[in-house]
């Protein structure tokens, strides 16, 4: 970043917020006039990481790339420890293995169907360490604020598509599923464990969707199945333009609840990797989504819970994520 940014960085956070416009000289003397508009600044806080042209990117756009943060060792580690889950050499509790809809062979067990997403992984130790590397925390913090939660935890194993494209993820917003506000204190950290490209299912945004407002969701009409909760923005506007992620192992997009995205299906042979985390301020609370758009997750997570473990109404939406969330910076205040 300029020097003239530096310093308008610096008049803009002692600013009146009643003042239209700041000036300040650049290193040549010349005045450059800036206009301030506070509501520009809204869904990022200043904590001297994030540039003052990253933060204007994410005020836009709602996701920002920060290429090579997490470590390629790291990254391994993740990958040992997902390569043991899906050998059964280790289970832990609460961890949700999600098997293509389409495919019959594993990776790497024999006869099993390959596992394309495991979730809640909370309770293993070195797989839980991706949400607390001091690297990810401390960029999570210019989105939510200094107390953190962990709230959801995935890892996503896109498969070679079996040809019916259900390794494709419909558009979506990733608040549908959260029973938990204010809407921007709640931010995805979400990192390539292998080079992500187009040929193999990279994240694809429509930027600048997280102004809007959370939409009705469910599973599109695809010819050839859809993902169990895979589901998809009703009515998206199909002209919008669609930036597409590609991405560097290591490399970390955090980005905004609301903002749409999905990703495409993956036409190599190869399973593409990327593990993530939705963090949430400790300060939030849970809301009742009774007659909202978001009842029909609720449904569908009540079903599995009573299939699973047998539960009908003993255990509420919001306490699915009681449980599941995990304090990982400050106080764990009301989530
Ligand atoms: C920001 C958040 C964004 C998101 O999280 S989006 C995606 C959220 N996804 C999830 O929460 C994962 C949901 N998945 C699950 O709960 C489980 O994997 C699922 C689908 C219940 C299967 O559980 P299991 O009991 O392990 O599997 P199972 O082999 O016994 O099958 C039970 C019945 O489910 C069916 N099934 C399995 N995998 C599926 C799939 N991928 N899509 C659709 N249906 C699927 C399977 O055919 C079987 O059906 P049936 O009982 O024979 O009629
Ligand atoms: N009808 C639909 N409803 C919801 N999401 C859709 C629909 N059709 C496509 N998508 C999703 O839109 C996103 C973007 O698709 P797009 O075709 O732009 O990218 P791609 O398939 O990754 O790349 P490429 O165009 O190179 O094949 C993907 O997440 C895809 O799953
Ligand atoms: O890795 C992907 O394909 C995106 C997954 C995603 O957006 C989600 O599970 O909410
Ligand atoms: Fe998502
Ligand atoms: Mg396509």
Same mark, same amino acid.
């Given at each position: 970043?300029?020097?003239?940014?530096?310093?308008?960085?610096?008049?803009?956070?002692?600013?009146?917020?009643?003042?239209?416009?700041?000036?300040?000289?650049? %290193?040549?003397?010349?005045?450059?006039?800036?206009?301030?508009?506070?509501?520009?600044?809204?869904?990022?806080?200043?904590?001297?990481?994030?540039?003052?042209?990253?933060?204007?990117?994410?005020?836009?756009?709602?996701?920002?790339?920060?290429?090579?943060?997490?470590?390629?060792?790291?990254?391994?580690?993740?990958?040992?420890?997902?390569?043991?889950?899906?050998?059964?050499?280790?289970?832990?509790?609460?961890?949700?293995?999600?098997?293509?809809?389409?495919?019959?062979?594993?990776?790497?067990?024999?006869?099993?169907?390959?596992? %394309?997403?495991?979730?809640?992984?909370?309770?293993?130790?070195?797989?839980?360490?991706?949400?607390?590397?001091?690297?990810?925390?401390?960029?999570?913090?210019?989105?939510?604020?200094?107390?953190?939660?962990?709230?959801?935890?995935?890892?996503?194993?896109?498969?070679?598509?079996?040809?019916?494209?259900?390794?494709?993820?419909?558009?979506?917003?990733?608040?549908?599923?959260?029973?938990?506000?204010?809407?921007?204190?709640?931010?995805?950290?979400? %990192?390539?464990?292998?080079?992500?490209?187009?040929?193999?299912?990279?994240?694809?945004?429509?930027?600048?969707?997280?102004?809007?407002?959370?939409?009705?969701?469910?599973?599109?009409?695809?010819?050839?199945?859809?993902?169990?909760?895979?589901?998809?923005?009703?009515?998206?506007?199909?002209?919008?333009?669609?930036?597409?992620?590609?991405?560097?192992?290591?490399?970390?997009?955090?980005?905004?609840?609301?903002?749409?995205?999905?990703?495409?299906?993956?036409?190599?042979?190869?399973?593409?990797?990327?593990?993530?985390?939705?963090?949430?301020?400790?300060?939030?609370?849970?809301?009742?989504?009774?007659?909202?758009?978001?009842?029909?997750?609720?449904?569908?997570?009540?079903?599995?819970?009573?299939?699973?473990?047998?539960?009908?109404?003993?255990?509420?939406?919001?306490?699915?994520?009681?449980?599941?969330?995990?304090?990982?910076?400050?106080?764990?205040?009301?989530?």
């Amino acid at each position: 970043m300029s020097r003239a940014a530096d310093r308008l960085k610096a008049v803009l956070n002692h600013l009146d917020p009643s003042l239209a416009c700041v000036r300040a000289s650049n %290193t040549s003397g010349q005045t450059i006039t800036h206009t301030y508009q506070p509501h520009n600044l809204r869904y990022t806080n200043d904590n001297d990481l994030l540039s003052l042209d990253q933060r204007l990117f994410y005020e836009k756009n709602g996701f920002v790339v920060i290429k090579n943060l997490v470590s390629k060792e790291d990254i391994d580690r993740f990958r040992g420890a997902f390569e043991r889950i899906c050998r059964r050499e280790v289970s832990p509790p609460g961890l949700l293995v999600m098997r293509d809809v389409a495919i019959a062979n594993s990776e790497f067990v024999p006869d099993q169907k390959a596992v %394309t997403k495991i979730q809640d992984y909370q309770e293993d130790p070195e797989l839980f360490r991706y949400c607390t590397l001091p690297e990810v925390l401390q960029y999570v913090e210019c989105f939510v604020g200094e107390d953190i939660m962990a709230m959801h935890t995935m890892l996503i194993n896109k498969p070679p598509d079996a040809g019916k494209k259900t390794s494709r993820h419909p558009l979506h917003q990733d608040l549908h599923y959260f029973p938990f506000r204010p809407v921007d204190k709640i931010v995805c950290a979400w %990192t390539a464990m292998e080079r992500i490209t187009r040929q193999n299912g990279c994240l694809v945004v429509l930027p600048g969707t997280h102004t809007g407002t959370l939409k009705e969701h469910d599973y599109p009409e695809w010819e050839g199945g859809v993902n169990k909760m895979y589901h998809g923005v009703r009515d998206f506007d199909p002209e919008l333009p669609r930036a597409h992620l590609e991405m560097e192992k290591g490399d970390t997009v955090f980005f905004h609840p609301l903002l749409i995205h999905g990703s495409g299906m993956n036409q190599t042979t190869g399973f593409r990797k990327a593990i993530s985390c939705h963090y949430a301020s400790a300060h939030c609370f849970y809301i009742d989504v009774k007659d909202t758009t978001q009842e029909n997750i609720e449904e569908e997570v009540r079903q599995i819970a009573e299939r699973k473990y047998g539960v009908t109404d003993a255990i509420r939406f919001q306490d699915t994520w009681a449980l599941r969330g995990r304090l990982v910076k400050g106080e764990r205040v009301s989530l």
